[in-house]
């Protein structure tokens, strides 16, 4: 077959080729691990170098969940039955600390800074503290709120 009726072929039965063309780039895909570490790597290189490859994949994205939202819902529904408990320590997790901000006013308690800030535990031993999502008085005063380099210098010590 020479190139020209490749072509014409390719033209004709465009469809049935771009199958074909999906199905072998899938099978290559799955069955290649090194083949699969090198496009991720290109894409995570490239995501983070390029700005503006940045905002389009993001556009892309906001987009493709506009023009499929029933979908875009059965596979968050699916991800969170498979990691419901990394789902409930998210907003367990985010909850609790927006309350212990809250209790130490939103600045560092030794500068007064009001950004980075980090949570500074004095005792490691937190768990017993916890019960849902309400933080106890004691566990609160175990714990400080310092800005990144106060923070810093306190773990240098």
Known sequence: MSYKNNLDWREKNRE???KYKR???RKKYKENKEFREKINKKER????????????KKKLSKKWVENNKERHNKLMKK????????????????YRKKELFNYHNNKCKNCGLLKNLQIHHKTYNIT?????YVLTEELKKKTELLCRQ????????
């Open 150 to 157: 106060c923070h810093r210098e306190l773990h240098k010590k």
């Open 79 to 94: 991800d969170y039955e498979k990691n419901k408990d990394k789902w409930n320590l998210r907003k367990t997790t985010a």
């Open 23 to 25: 199905d072998w780039a």
């Open 128 to 132: 017993k503290g916890i019960k849902g």
């Open 16 to 18: 049935r080729y771009l």
């Open 45 to 56: 290189d490239k995501y983070n170098e390029d700005q503006e490859y940045r905002e389009f």
